[in-house]
């Protein structure tokens, strides 16, 4: 008897787990839809409201030309509060608006705010004569701070020599080498590799950030990068990277094999090819553990391009690298010569 | 409401500051505002577009606006130029490639109207970083002393151990407080 009851519970035990998981596994579909429907309608609500906001500006600007001229100074005054005040709607905004979004209203808000100012020293010439309610706050003119007697900063835009090689960590005007960077040398240091032609460069160990500028056809290999990642004027490379973030500018024709644990923004790139990390060396795991990134964490295909405003369509100048077109063991890798 | 609700109300309001946080891309200016608020610093992505913070600092309502640093965005930077009390100016004091563009942005910067009379703290960020250009070093290298136009002052930090954070960001706000809220 104890023992067919005991078998008895059981399967009602089961069933009932069962028809739990079936009911939560129900809500939690339903609690997904009602998040997709709310950003939607956040999205909704958010062009609405700042069309509207928009076009109120708008109109009160044309106003401003039919106005009587003592009303002028206040006018302007609340036509700049509201500008300001729509840029932050914007701000507060910002989560879950898309990246074109944002470059959008950035435009309008740029296009208002100019025309504001246009407008401004166009029908109220003599706006410094006018009496204004807040004069405690509005900063000090130009001509109160003449400091030392002077009301412009004289600096000659001329170039300056800067003092690069103090403390230096890296390699610059290079061809046809391999290198190799200890962990000693680079743990928590700042690493240049600039002016590289036909190089093969492996870091192993942390530095806490690497600056790349002007290398064709080079190989860098690195081991995990506490900070950043800042390259530039990359052509024809491959880069074997793991970092914080990855800031890519003016590069093109480059293969990333790519931790990034926040993400990776491109400006002015074209052809540049994605793939996952996968170098592999002795202590790797460690030096992850060591630059503080986190080796479960890894967003490589996160990448903001900032030329490309239209998030719909996938940007044009980047993709991701193609399964059998990646290279998987990089100790056995020699640069095509030529 | 009465006389003594409407003078603290106006008091309130006019503790408030608006801060703008600018330099170069990688500069680390979102870390800084980050860090200043007590938030996770290991997740900060480039800033596409730009962050806003309202703080409370030793009882002045801060509006912190940090803007993105990159080529292209830095159209957008007169976006906010209205009505600024203060700006911050981030240095990558270690990226010694990039300190003469940096100079010159800023110089730039300061010739415009709109921002006049605001006052100018300059952050040399990344102290923690060997190799790294130490405030004087930076005085010199980015001509600050030609400055005359503007209040200012050059503090060292690291945004990443925060040292010396709060100090810059004080001297900024005793700087302020002195010009705008003489009537206290
Ligand atoms: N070593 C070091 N890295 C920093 C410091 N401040 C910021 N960073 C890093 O620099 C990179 C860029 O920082 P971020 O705040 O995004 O720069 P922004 O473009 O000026 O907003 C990030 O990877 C930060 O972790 C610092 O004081 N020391
Ligand atoms: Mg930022």
């Known amino acids: 008897m104890d023992f067919m009851q005991e078998r008895c519970d059981k399967i009602t035990n089961l069933l009932n787990r069962r028809e739990l998981e079936r009911k939560l596994d129900i809500e939690k579909k339903r609690e997904n839809k009602r998040q997709g429907l709310a950003e939607h309608e956040n999205i909704d609500f958010f062009e609405k409201t700042f069309t509207a906001k928009k076009l109120e500006i708008e109109n009160d600007l044309n106003s401003s030309l039919t106005m009587d001229s003592s009303k002028l100074a206040n006018h302007f005054d609340m036509i700049s509060k509201n500008i300001l005040n729509l840029q932050k709607y914007v701000a507060a905004s910002n989560l879950f608006l898309r990246t074109y979004d944002i470059k959008v209203c950035h435009q309008s808000l740029q296009e208002l705010s100019s025309k504001a100012r246009e407008l401004e020293e166009k029908v109220l010439p003599k706006k410094k004569f006018g009496f204004k309610k807040k004069t405690m706050k509005s900063p000090p003119k130009h001509e109160d701070i003449k400091l030392n007697g002077h009301a412009k900063d004289e600096v000659d835009f001329c170039r300056r020599f800067i003092n690069l090689n103090d403390n230096f960590c890296g390699y610059e005007n290079k061809i046809n080498e391999t290198l190799v960077l200890e962990n000693s040398k680079v743990f928590k240091k700042d690493v240049t590799l600039k002016d590289l032609e036909c190089c093969v460069i492996k870091i192993y160990g942390t530095p806490s950030t690497i600056h790349m500028n002007h290398l064709k056809n080079c190989l860098i290999l690195s081991g995990p990068v506490s900070t950043s990642i800042f390259a530039e004027n990359c052509t024809n490379c491959k880069l074997v990277i793991a970092c914080q973030q990855l800031r890519l500018h003016s590069s093109s024709d480059v293969h990333i094999y790519l931790h990034v644990t926040s993400r990776a923004i491109m400006e002015d790139c074209k052809r540049i090819l994605i793939a996952p990390y996968n170098y592999k060396y002795d202590g790797m795991e460690d030096d992850f553990i060591k630059s503080g990134l986190d080796i479960n964490t890894n967003n490589w295909t996160s990448i903001d391009d900032f030329n490309w405003l239209n998030t719909e369509i996938q940007s044009p100048n980047w993709n991701i690298l193609k399964e059998i077109e990646r290279v998987n063991d990089w100790n056995n890798f020699s640069l095509p010569s030529g | ?184």
């Open chain 2, 1 to 184: 409401m009465g006389f003594l609700t409407v003078l603290r109300k106006m008091k309130q309001k006019e503790k408030e500051m608006r801060i703008l946080i600018l330099g170069l891309d990688n500069a680390g200016k979102t870390t800084i505002l980050k860090r200043f608020n007590g938030e996770e610093i290991d997740t900060i992505s480039p800033t596409l577009g730009f962050n806003i913070k309202t703080l409370e600092h030793r009882g002045y309502k801060l509006n912190m606006w940090d803007v993105g640093g990159q080529k292209s965005l830095r159209s957008y930077w007169r976006n906010y130029f209205e009505c600024t009390d203060g700006l911050i100016w981030v240095v990558d004091s270690a990226d010694k490639r990039r300190l003469e563009d940096c100079r010159a942005e800023l110089h730039v910067l300061l010739k415009e109207e709109r921002l006049a009379g605001a006052t100018l703290l300059v952050f040399a960020n990344k102290q923690d970083l060997p190799g790294a250009c130490s405030s004087e070093e930076l005085k010199d290298i980015l001509e600050l002393e030609k400055i005359k136009t503007h209040h200012w002052q050059i503090v060292w930090c690291s945004a990443v151990t925060g040292q010396n954070l709060l100090s810059g960001i004080d001297w900024l706000i005793n700087d302020i407080a002195a010009r705008i809220f003489t009537l206290d």
